[in-house]
């Protein structure tokens, strides 16, 4: 077990540990709230998609505040090196993902949903639910890295496969949107984007489950 484990481990109560929780936390949050905004969006309740993007740009700010927190708290720790290095790499993943959900509401806020056919709107939402239990799973699994280690490495396997699902998903949607018939060329363009934007959620989430594997067998 490494030592920066060990180090969770006796120090379950401190401030930066629950920083890095609350981290965690809001990025899932952000996800959810990113559904929120696909949910309403493809049902043309564009009050409710507005709400709910807002709410993602005011969490994402606040988890960049969170971030640059834990850094603070860890710069100023007794962690080697090595531990600093690997403990701020795993922020900085779990962070990409709530910047990829910020951009994709970027993304889905410019995107005419009227114009997008139902078939697309399906495996949108499909692939915005898979990547919400990316990002849960992810959760799942760095808590468990700080409580319960000897089950962390198993946390992480969940969340590959997750991972490998949404990739799937987003297979279906190429093929789909190479194949119905998208009134606009930026239509098409937009919400090709905003597929690949919420790859790039359950991306970094696989990203950050492979830093809580690096934390756990480095010696």
Known sequence: ?????????KRRETKTLATVQRHLALTTEIVEDLEKAAVAAAKHDNEEMRRSIERVTREEKEAD??????MDE???GELSPTDREDLMGLVKKVDMVADWSRESTRILGATPMQHVPKPIKTELLEMVRSAKECARSLQKCVNKMMTKPEEALQAAD????EEEKTDDIHERA???IGNEDIPKAGVAVLISQLFEAIEMIADSCEDACDQVRIIMVRK
Request: net charge positive; no cysteine.
């Open 1 to 9: 077990m490494s030592d920066l484990v060990k180090w969770f481990e």
């Open 65 to 70: 505040t969170l971030r640059r927190k834990v």
């Open 74 to 76: 860890i710069s100023k």
């Open 158 to 161: 969940i969340v590959e496969r």
């Open 174 to 176: 190429r093929i789909l």
